[in-house]
Structure formats: structure tokens, C-alpha cells
């Protein structure tokens, strides 16, 4: 698993730190729930290239190489609660 990221001291960078949009925190909470793009699409009312999109944007911010690792680094930092 890719670690959280971290601030210059060697320290988890807080929530804060990372920037996500209300969409994209929408997104990460649905795909946390464990739907898929064509799901989320359908329930956010966006088409599937935008959930892409979105996750791309999501992984990148949270260092995620996937879904999983994205939900693991967003609850590591306090983006996400169980």
C-alpha cells in the first residue's frame, strides 16, 4: 500500500492538506461504498468519463495507485470515517 502523503517533516499531512473538491469527496464516498463508475455516474448524475476523471484526480492527490488504495490513504488522513 502507497503511504499517506506526507508534509516535509516526515509526518502525515493532515486532511486539510489535501484539497479535494465536494464532487471529488462524493465520488471517494461512493466508491467506498463500493460502487462502480457506471453506478456512481448514475447516482451523481455525471457521466462515467467524469467519474474517471475524477478518480484520476483523486489518486493523484492521494498518492493511489487504485480505488482501494485510495479509500485506505483518504481514511489514513481523516478524509473518510467508517
Known sequence: MTAAPTSTN?????????????????VLNQVARGL?????????????KTVRNHLSRI???????NRTQAVMNAMRV?????
Open 78 to 82: 481523516g478524509l473518510l470515517t467508517v
Open 59 to 65: 489518486f493523484r492527490k492521494l498518492d493511489a495507485g
Open 10 to 26: 516526515g509526518t502525515h499531512a493532515p486532511a486539510a492538506a489535501i484539497a479535494l473538491s465536494s464532487r471529488e469527496v462524493n
Open 36 to 48: 462502480s463508475n457506471k453506478q456512481i455516474a448514475l447516482k451523481l448524475g455525471i457521466s462515467d
